[in-house]
């Protein structure tokens, strides 16, 4: 006779040998029916947020962990009541009265996690999985289950919002942000919680104030920031500004006489941390500059806006440089390599995954388009809009950050010139993107007001030559410089 046994689930290795993870929001409460694959939580790597499904069919009998709180993979993080063979109770270590191969056919085979959301008009994405016998970890150690790939099918898009952005210097659309309840139960007797963000609850945790007695003025009753301080008489923020302020402002603002703010150093500013100082005390930068007149780059750039081929694709100037720099890089092949300490080898790519630095809400990431070498200038267009976009929503995957072999910074969006790029781990070259300034600049003889702009290239002197750096510099100075001189490097 079937009964109902429990079944936890443990936090999973999400595919990038990653030893901890964040509870952002859970998606399901105790008592709440789920299905297989159901999304049930956001959990926040070092690198990104990631959809986090049920590996169960059932009941959620009890959520071990708070938002907030920084799980060790292979730690409960929810407890399932499901249908069984017998009466007795089991848990994901294959604990219990049945065993754990038996466990493992009862389980669901395949779980996918880390589904990035996108447009309706948009194809589906790649989206690495991990198989659920995952359970089978133990507490002590980290799941082993093997990684796989599967297509996953694009959501519906939601209504969104558009914001201001730093990347490209053009605006973008943000998914709205989801409200979170302010508790893990339900009770039969209460009202519906109040609807809240994270930070928004330590906020409120911070001023001492009841969630419960706030009005939302958000999207769908959303309780923002601006309605905490207005509750406490502190609000100072216009409501026009607020979904900007979410943006540029994640840390809370000071309680009324507070002299400093201690926000903990974890997730995605953690890794940046930590990643930047390796690559900064690991490998010796060399960086070199070269200011060139790029008025014939955006002379090219208007044309191909208002050409038919063009129509309805996004054209900056990053995407003219972004394929500018794989045409360089055809004939300086050391700019697109790794130095391996474990092999004492170099490895030379014949590929180019293209990273593109972005700020976004959680903070810099560097996604990065695989075989960017290989795509056309409308390929190139659309993958650039599609990373973007992607990484501003703050649904970066962590596939889309691992894996990169050479990066663009575009640091003239914040009107800056130049400067000296930190190399993203693992990649021999890093190029700064400088303002476009009109300036007296000498043409043909003469002084014009011409479209200027510099460019910041820093190398690992260990793979790159300053010959080899300052002629990768030279040739791509070169094609901005002429957009026909491409054709003499293909």
């Known amino acids: 006779m079937s009964a109902t046994m ?19 929001a859970w998606k399901v409460a105790v008592g709440d029916t789920v299905a297989l694959n159901q999304i049930i939580a956001e959990v926040e790597t070092a690198k990104a947020v990631v959809e986090l499904p049920s590996p169960f069919a059932g009941v959620v009998a009890a959520l071990h962990e708070q938002p907030g709180s920084v799980v060790e993979v292979g730690k409960p993080i929810v407890s399932f009541e499901v249908e069984g063979d017998d009466g007795g109770s089991g848990s994901a270590d294959g604990s219990g009265s049945g065993a754990e191969e038996a466990a493992a056919k009862r389980e669901p085979n395949l779980v996918g996690y ?10 589906a994405r790649r989206a690495r999985s991990f198989a659920a016998p995952v359970a089978a970890a133990t507490a002590a150690g980290t799941a082993s289950a093997p990684v796989a790939e599967r297509t996953e099918a694009a959501p519906a898009a939601p209504a969104r919002t558009t914001v201001a952005g730093p990347l490209a210097g ?11 309840p302010l508790t893990t139960e339900r009770s039969p007797t209460s009202a519906e919680r109040p609807r809240s963000t994270p930070p928004v609850r330590k906020l409120a945790k911070d001023l001492g104030v009841d969630l419960a007695l706030v009005t939302g003025t958000g999207e769908f009753g959303l309780i923002t920031r601006e309605d905490v301080r207005n509750f406490v008489g502190g609000g100072d923020l216009p409501v026009a500004s607020r979904d900007l302020a ?8 000071p309680a009324q006489g507070e002299r400093e703010i201690r926000t903990p150093i974890k997730g995605v500013r953690k890794f940046t941390a930590a990643a930047m100082v390796s690559s900064a005390f690991t490998a010796p930068h060399v960086t070199e500059f070269l200011t060139i007149d790029v008025t014939p780059t955006m002379e090219l750039l208007a044309r191909l806006k208002a050409s038919r ?4 694709y996004k054209l900056t100037p990053l995407t003219i440089v972004a394929k500018a720099v794989l045409i360089a890089l055809k004939n300086h092949p050391t700019l697109n390599t790794r130095w391996d300490d474990a092999t004492q080898e170099i490895v030379q790519y014949n590929y180019v995954n293209l990273g593109i630095a972005a700020a976004t809400p959680r903070g810099l990431t560097v996604p990065n388009i695989k075989d960017a070498d290989r795509m056309s200038l409308l390929e190139l267009s659309t993958a650039l809009t599609e990373l973007t976009d992607t990484a501003r929503a703050g649904k970066t995957s962590p596939a889309e950050l691992s894996g990169g072999t ?15 790029p930190i190399l993203n781990p693992g990649e021999a070259a890093i190029l700064a993107l400088g303002a476009v ?7 043909q003889d003469e002084v014009a007001l011409r479209q200027v702009m510099t460019l910041s290239l820093s190398f690992d002197h260990r793979l790159v030559d300053g010959e080899q750096g300052s002629r990768f510099l030279q040739d791509l100075g070169a094609i901005l410089s002429d957009p026909g001189m491409a054709l003499a490097m293909v």
């Open 406 to 420: 050479i990066s663009i910074t575009n640091i003239g969006v914040f009107g800056i010139d130049a400067g000296t």
């Open 437 to 443: 300034r009109k300036m007296p600049w000498e043409y």
């Open 170 to 180: 053009e605006s973008f659309t943000r998914e709205p942000l989801t409200a979170e």
């Open 309 to 312: 081929a063009f129509a309805g």
């Open 114 to 123: 880390g589904a990035v959301l996108e447009s309706s008009g948009r194809p």
């Open 6 to 24: 429990i079944k936890e689930f443990r936090l999973p290795d999400l595919g990038e040998g990653l030893t901890e993870s964040e509870i952002v």
């Open 246 to 253: 979410a943006v540029s402002s994640p840390a809370p603002a």
